[in-house]
């Protein structure tokens, strides 16, 4: 990638097609019936459409690049809050007090702002919550809330990032492992570890759980702030509407959390030590159209081995480094939710990827079963 091109409108462009859902929606909304599988159809089918025709980016920036000359990248980040939303509260708004939507239509659409808030909303906070700017972290809490989900960030920055690819990580999906074992086992796990993660971290600051610095207390409060606003424009009909949107946003991002990891574990060193976090403990995936979509997520090699680059940034590896997916996250994520079909894809991944970097290793039960000793 020309980096001197970085600071250019035009080169950011392809990452805002993200914005090109909302007006999807609001058509979709507009027009009812089957019009309603658009955004759903839009996210997965077009862009698996579009991967298998543009193919893959193998190019890389030049990572030292100056922050000052991504402002086009970060600017759909930070102006992506507002626009979820108005279109959140908009369409509760409009099922409720102005469409003659029926019922089965009314979660047909809250499904696809759903897809909308977990496929970009949660995305984004993903990338916001990693930098330092105070507005940025604010923007990432904002869009969590809006899907009812603000504990990820303490669980993604202090559990997931330090213990990825370890039996301490809930979100390291385990060989073998079936999403629909996977899913209920993380809404769960997720919330314990987090709020686990933040007690101990008062702890060390000789302060109670119930200090008003645990943000525990800002995610709750930001979370019933959310709430009460579905009940106010829509009542309770508002609520639910809101409730669901926020569980296929969670789906969506447990999905993505599924794919990223599965079957990849750090070597166990001994007495609870393991091999640093390296790019062959993160699938790679290369194909363009999917990762102007998800801004690079799809790089998530290089994103856990250094946490804090910005997504234009991110680095993309050959087989040689880090583990390859054969498809983009549509097409992996579809395949997820049939786990025989997922396994037929992915195990012989796994085992190649176990005789490419770690020959040495000849009992693998303990990493299959996350039985290795707690890191410590």
């Not at 099922?95 to 029926?102: A, M, W």
């Not at 804090?308 to 983009?328: K, V």
């Amino acid at each position: 990638m020309n980096t001197a091109s970085l600071d250019k409108m035009t080169s950011a462009l392809p990452f805002w097609l993200s914005l090109s859902m909302i007006p999807l929606a609001i058509f979709s909304a507009s027009q009812g019936g089957w019009w309603l599988a658009l955004i759903p159809a839009y996210s997965w089918g077009i862009f698996i459409t579009l991967d298998a025709f543009v193919g893959l980016d193998l190019e890389n920036a030049d990572p030292n690049t100056e922050t000052d000359k991504l402002f086009w990248y970060r600017l759909v980040t930070l102006i992506w809050f507002p626009v979820q939303f108005l279109t959140i509260f908009g369409m509760i708004y409009y099922g409720v007090h102005v469409s003659t939507l029926s019922g089965g239509e009314l979660m047909a659409l809250f499904f696809g702002v759903g897809v909308i808030s977990g496929t970009v909303g949660i995305n984004y906070s993903h990338e916001l919550m990693h930098q330092k700017n105070k507005l940025e972290r604010w923007l990432a809490d904002l869009m969590l809330a809006s899907v009812l989900y603000s504990h990820f960030r303490s669980e993604h920055l202090l559990v997931h990032h330090r213990y990825v690819a370890t039996p301490k990580d809930p979100v390291t999906a385990r060989y073998n492992e079936g999403f629909h074992n996977f899913f209920p086992r993380v809404l769960v796990a997720c919330l314990t570890s987090s709020w686990d993660a933040e007690k101990k971290m008062l702890a060390r600051k000789n302060l109670p759980v119930t200090d008003l610095s645990n943000p525990f207390w800002r995610y709750g409060a930001l979370q019933l702030g959310m709430l009460v606003l579905a009940f106010v424009i829509g009542g309770w009909v508002g609520v639910g509407l809101f409730v669901f949107q926020a569980f296929v946003a969670i789906w969506q991002l447990e999905l993505v959390n599924y794919i990223e990891h599965y079957g990849l574990t750090r070597k166990h060193l001994g007495e609870g030590k393991y091999e640093h976090v390296l790019p062959r403990h993160s699938w790679n995936a290369s194909q363009k159209a999917s990762n102007w979509l998800l801004i690079n997520l799809q790089r998530h090699s290089d994103h856990h081995y250094k946490p804090d680059r910005r997504f234009p940034l991110l680095q993309t590896y050959t087989q040689s480094d880090a583990p390859q997916l054969p498809y983009g996250y549509p097409v992996m994520t579809i395949a997820a939710m049939v786990p025989p079909v997922f396994r037929r894809i992915m195990n012989p991944r796994v085992r190649k990827w176990r005789e490419t970097y770690y020959p040495e290793i000849t009992d693998w039960s303990a990493y299959k079963t996350a039985s290795n000793p707690m890191p410590r």
